[in-house]
Each structure stands twice: as structure tokens, then as C-alpha cells.
């Protein structure tokens, strides 16, 4: 017979995988998943000085929780780009673009999948463009260069150094002689502005060294997350950028260190999800194949396939992964008695016949 499996690592896999050097790119990491963009649409006219942007993903997991970590197939979030400029990340299916400092006229919209190392992808399907025309009622006052009295400067209030973190890690940061200002993602840099990125134990590399970024913004506080990450010490990073995502120059940033419990992903509660697919090869087939998980973290099927499936676990007690049969449309909750030691195998099936993709063990 013939099986969809869905491989569920455990907390130990995790931690023998980890000391491993990360990933590099691979080919189904960056070729998985679709995006649409449903609004706004081609032409519109915007009178206001913010455009709603809403999106449709499929295929694809999308989730803050790993961004900065290590690339995984049909995982990650999406970039919205203004006039070819990127402004931000998103996890959801809607952002709002600000429209101050931007002159009156036709402009690009873009939207389109990233990697949780924030390589865009660039595969079919999967980035969408659209024009609007900016013609304001009553244009806000455009944001003019900030003389600062010194140096800039940026300090991590809180976590301190050293503490012990969970799952998610409420960040408070200070600055000086500095104006972050979120209406200005993405714009034409402007003296004395722009905002901070915070990475997770490297600010260098590629792209800027966004490709450890965790989160970006102008706030005082923030949360970010620790999934896919070892327990034990990692370097959180507060870093000063320009509105174009380039490090101030001089480099302007902090750092200091947080120790990850091992049980941080179970104390978050956090769930996975995992979509169930139409394969035109089999009769369905997981979206991700893969999802590394810690005892007593809950996992969301959601089946958007063509055909009604069932979701059950083979090893341990947990045999039935108490799932009516799954059918096109609302999601599944199902909930293990217990989480696996090791390796579990999550297996769909139809009333027809199973498919298989793949089964990771270690």
C-alpha cells in the first residue's frame, strides 16, 4: 500500500541536528508554495495615505516563528516590496503600506514568498506585481532629515544579559540620537532615520546580514521567537539600519547573550500546522513534509486537498491521532496523547487508496 507520511522529529533530533552547520538553500526549499495578490488591484486609485495589501497563500507555511533560522521547505513568510524596495516581512495575509514621503503618481506593489533566511523566491507562482495610482485627499506632511546632538546609539533594556528565555522572548530596546519611523520602510534613506533589526547570533553574511534577522521595526518592544534554535547560549543582536535595510555606518549596534531553556518550544504552546495538498501523482501529500516538534506541542492539520483524508500516527500510544475524517475546507485538530521520543510517522489516507512522499529517521 502505499502512504502520505508526515515525519514529526522530536526535541532530541533537534538537539543532535542543531550543532550542525546550517543548511544551505536547497532547491524544494525555495520551489514549494503559491502567493496571490488580492488587493489592492491593478489601477487602483489611493486617496488615503495607507493602502491595505492582502495576499493568498497556498502550499506554504507561513510563520514569524522561524524567521532568521535555517531554510525548510514549503516554510517561511513573505516580503512586500514598494517600487521594488522591500518594506517588510508579514506572517498573516494582510500588511499596511504607508505612503508617507512617496510622491504622487503610479507605483508598484509587490508581494512575494521568502525563505526564513529571507532569500526571496522567485519561482512561478510564487510573486505577485501589481500598480496603484497615489493621488492623496490630503497628503500627510512629508518627514524631513533629524540633525541628531550626538552619536547614535542603541541599548537592549531588556532581556539582560545572560537571562533565561522560553519559546518567546518580549524584547524592550533604547536608543539615542536616532528617529526609527516605520512609515519610511523602504523609502529613500533620510538623514537621521530609519529602524532596528534584531538578529539571532550573527549580524553578518549575505543580503545584508539579514539572513539571521529575527525581526525588524521602530518600536520600543518587540517579541521574537527561539524555535529551531539549541538550548543553551545564542547571541541576540540590536542593530541600527537605514530605511533601505543597510547597516548605519559606522556599524551602530549591541549585543548580548540569552541562554534557551529545552523545553522552550513545549512552554510556548505554539502550534505547527501542516496543510494536506492535491499531488496530480498521488492521492495527497503533506505541506511540509517535515516538522520538528518537542513533547506536548499541538500540530493543526488543515486539508485543502480534493478528497476527504484521514489522519492517524503509527508508533506509540498515540496510533489514532483522534481525527474525524479530514475533509477540503476547515482545518483538524488533532492531539497525540503524547508527543514522539523519537521519530513519529503522521499518515494520511483516503477511503480510495494512501500515497507516500517521505519518512525522515536519524
Known sequence: MKRSTLALVSAGALAMAAVAPAPPVTHAAMTMGSLTLLSPRPGTVVTDNTV?????????????????????????????????????????????????????????????????????????????????????????????????????????????????????????????????SCDLLGKKNLTGYGHWHLNIDSMRGPMMGMGTMLAMGCARTATVYTDELTPGAHKLFALLVDNQHAPLMPEVGTSITINVKGD?????????????????????????ATLRLKRGQRVTFTNTSDAAHTVTADNGPSTQATSPRARPGPSQRPRPGRSPTS???????????????????R
Open 343 to 361: 521519530v513519529s510517522t503522521i499518515r494520511t489516507c483516503t477511503a480510495r487508496s494512501w500515497s507516500r512522499d517521505s519518512v525522515v529517521s
Open 264 to 288: 522552550a518550544a513545549t512552554s510556548s504552546g505554539a502550534a505547527q500546522t501542516a496543510r494536506i495538498v492535491t499531488d496530480p501523482t498521488t492521492v495527497g501529500r503533506y505541506v511540509p
Open 52 to 180: 491595505p495589501v492582502t495576499v493568498g497563500i497556498k502550499d506554504f507555511t507561513s510563520t514569524c516563528a522561524t524567521a532568521g533560522k535555517a531554510p525548510r521547505a514549503g516554510q517561511g513568510h513573505w516580503h512586500l516590496l514598494l517600487d521594488g524596495a522591500l518594506v517588510n516581512m508579514y506572517c498573516g495575509a494582510s500588511a499596511t503600506l504607508s505612503l508617507r514621503n512617496v510622491t504622487p503618481g503610479a507605483h508598484t506593489v509587490e508581494a512575494l514568498l521568502a525563505a526564513n533566511n529571507h532569500m526571496d523566491m522567485m519561482g512561478t507562482g510564487q510573486m505577485a506585481k501589481t500598480t496603484i495610482v497615489y493621488r492623496p485627499a490630503h497628503a500627510l506632511a512629508p518627514l524631513t532629515p533629524y540633525a541628531a546632538p550626538g552619536k547614535p546609539t542603541i541599548r537592549i533594556v531588556s532581556p539582560v544579559n545572560g537571562a533565561t528565555v522560553g519559546a518567546r522572548v518580549p524584547v524592550t530596546l533604547s536608543w539615542a540620537n536616532f528617529r526609527p
